[in-house]
């Protein structure tokens, strides 16, 4: 861990408002880019789950958890994704901090991975920037309120700019094998089809059988799938096992529960969509 918090890309220090209201603390690196474009030099934003880091096992140190203890404000993901740090929230919460849980503004079909569509992130913005105007005096302001305007017209033209991106991959050659069900609100938004994934469940923690791999290889080469995405904050051995089954296909790391590292081209939530759009348009086009 690279200091006590990595700091949410462009979020600054805040001058006004004392106290712990202040402050924001924000769990995974996506919302913290998100939360801290929204919150702007109105309050300090700090993240607890570096980029490259993985939410799912990500644990923190005493000082971290210290400090989510000692917040006003924490905003998660919810539905369970950052697994490492529930026991923290939990007491944070009980020690009188305030939680967010982005997923409360979407559709609750329960899927942690809802920011992998534009769409059900704008829905979490929304909902984001009524409690946190409701519980960070210093962001009932116009100013905070331009700020959410502007990133929610960035989002819906992320939607088209996606579009037009995947608009290559022709219809039959839309369908996604990952190393993890992580992708399912993306597909539903832009027209593909998750066929199979090698990690049972929407954990990075569970574990494949030899025999879920076998079946998953055979139905790979029977649907001819030239490549398997896997997550860039997640060990590659399980896809990589995939290929070793005799399917041929290409492994391609996309960012799907984290942001990646300066100059990765996913340094920023939208970004990451652009990029994981590019990546997997080159690796299914014809």
């Known amino acids: 861990m690279l200091g006590l918090l990595a700091l949410a890309a ?3 220090a805040c001058s006004s408002t004392d106290g712990a209201e202040a ?22 934003v700090h993240v607890v789950v570096p980029p490259g880091a993985d939410p799912h096992d990500f644990a923190p140190s005493p000082r971290e958890a210290a400090l989510m203890r000692e917040a006003g404000v924490i905003v998660v993901n919810g539905h369970g994704l950052e697994e490492g740090l529930l026991d923290s929230v939990e007491a944070a919460e009980a020690d009188g901090a305030v939680v967010i849980a982005a997923a409360d503004g979407v559709p609750d079909d329960g899927d942690a991975h809802f920011f992998s569509d534009p769409v059900l992130m704008a829905a979490a913005v929304e909902h984001l920037a009524d409690e946190l105007r409701e519980h960070v005096p ?3 302001t116009d100013a905070f309120a331009a700020r959410v305007a502007a990133y929610l017209e960035d989002l819906d033209a992320l939607v088209a700019e996606v579009d037009a991106r995947l608009a290559p991959v022709p219809a039959e050659r839309r369908v996604l094998v990952t190393n993890h069900d992580v992708l399912g609100a993306f597909a539903d938004r832009f027209g593909f089809e998750v066929v199979g994934v090698i990690v049972p469940g929407g954990s990075t923690l569970a574990e494949p059988g030899a025999a879920d791999l076998a079946a998953l290889a055979e139905a790979v080469r029977e649907l001819g799938v030239p490549a398997v995405f896997a997550d860039a904050s997640a060990p590659r051995r399980l896809a990589e096992a995939l290929a070793a089954e005799g399917t041929d296909v290409e492994v391609v790391e996309l960012f799907t529960e984290s942001l990646g590292e300066p100059g990765s081209g996913a340094d920023t939530y939208l970004g990451m969509i652009r990029t994981n759009a590019e990546r997997i348009a080159a690796a299914l086009a014809p």
Do not use: E, H, Y
């Not at 801290?36 to 300090?44: K, P, S």
């Open 138 to 140: 210093a962001l009932a």
């Open 10 to 12: 462009g979020a600054a």
């Open 23 to 44: 402050d924001v603390v924000v769990t995974t690196s996506v919302l913290g880019d998100v939360v801290g474009t929204i919150v702007g030099d109105d309050a300090t």
